[in-house]
Antibody
Framework: EVQLLESGGALVQPGGSLRLSCAASGFTFTNYAMTWVRQAPGKGLELVSGISGSGASTYHADSVKGRFTISRDISNNTLYLQMDSLRAEDTAVYYC??????????????WGQGTTVTVSS | DIQMTQSPSSLSASVGDRVTITCRASQSISTYLHWYQQIPGKAPKLLIYSASSLQSGVPSIFSGSGSGTDFTLTISSLRPEDFATYYCQQTYYIPYTFGQGTKLEIK
């Protein structure tokens, strides 16, 4: 069974850092791009970061560029999102999602359950 | 950025009804358009990819159509479990943007 399990969400102060993890299982990790999608309370969906199957290509939305870094560790099939200089507007549920193909322009066919990040003093 | 505009933003319907949700892109996106369903408190679920392809395991009451700038998601006969929020997403232009969502409620 294909599964994604996120962890790492927490309450953090503005300006702080956090690293989210997403453990993947049930598929060949390097054959698919992976993404992080967030949803602020009561709001819609925003694709914040993506990484190709090989890891050679990455994408970050303008709203997080220079502050967030997506990466993947193929030795343990885990996706990461390093979040620095956090702001109140980064408060959201963060979902890890698998692309249907090698690049992140494919649809997202498997989603984790989400992990909550709250940025507040 | 490509703007994705869904209509209506909310919709009331009854079990058994046929409903159609529209998604319009501010520029042509070929068929790089996908539809997701989100039940409150749950992760989104892929229903339709590439405008009209039904995701594996999704019932055939869901269908999608369109290309260029205008797309539709149709549910042929509503079931109780279909009352949710629906999002479209384009993956033709970076940033890959979602529509604002259409909340489907029970009448």
């Amino acid at each position: 069974e294909v599964q994604l399990l996120e962890s790492g969400g927490a309450l953090v102060q503005p300006g702080g850092s956090l690293r989210l993890s997403c453990a993947a299982s049930g598929f060949t990790f390097t054959n698919y791009a992976m993404t992080w999608v967030r949803q602020a309370p009561g709001k819609g969906l925003e694709l914040v970061s993506g990484i190709s199957g090989s890891g050679a290509s990455t994408y970050h939305a303008d709203s997080v560029k220079g502050r967030f870094t997506i990466s993947r560790d193929i030795s343990n099939n885990t996706l990461y999102l390093q979040m620095d200089s956090l702001r109140a507007e980064d408060t959201a549920v963060y979902y890890c999602a698998k692309s249907r193909g090698l690049y992140y322009y494919f649809a997202l066919d498997v989603w984790g359950q989400g992990t909550t990040v709250t940025v507040s003093s | 950025d490509i703007q994705m505009t869904q209509s209506p933003s909310s919709l009331s319907a009854s079990v058994g009804d046929r409903v159609t949700i529209t998604c319009r892109a501010s520029q042509s996106i070929s068929t790089y358009l996908h539809w997701y369903q989100q039940i409150p408190g749950k992760a989104p679920k892929l229903l339709i990819y590439s405008a009209s392809s039904l995701q594996s395991g999704v019932p055939s009451i869901f269908s999608g159509s369109g290309s260029g700038t205008d797309f539709t998601l149709t549910i042929s006969s509503l079931r109780p479990e279909d009352f949710a929020t629906y999002y479209c997403q384009q993956t033709y232009y970076i940033p890959y943007t979602f529509g604002q969502g259409t909340k489907l409620e029970i009448k």
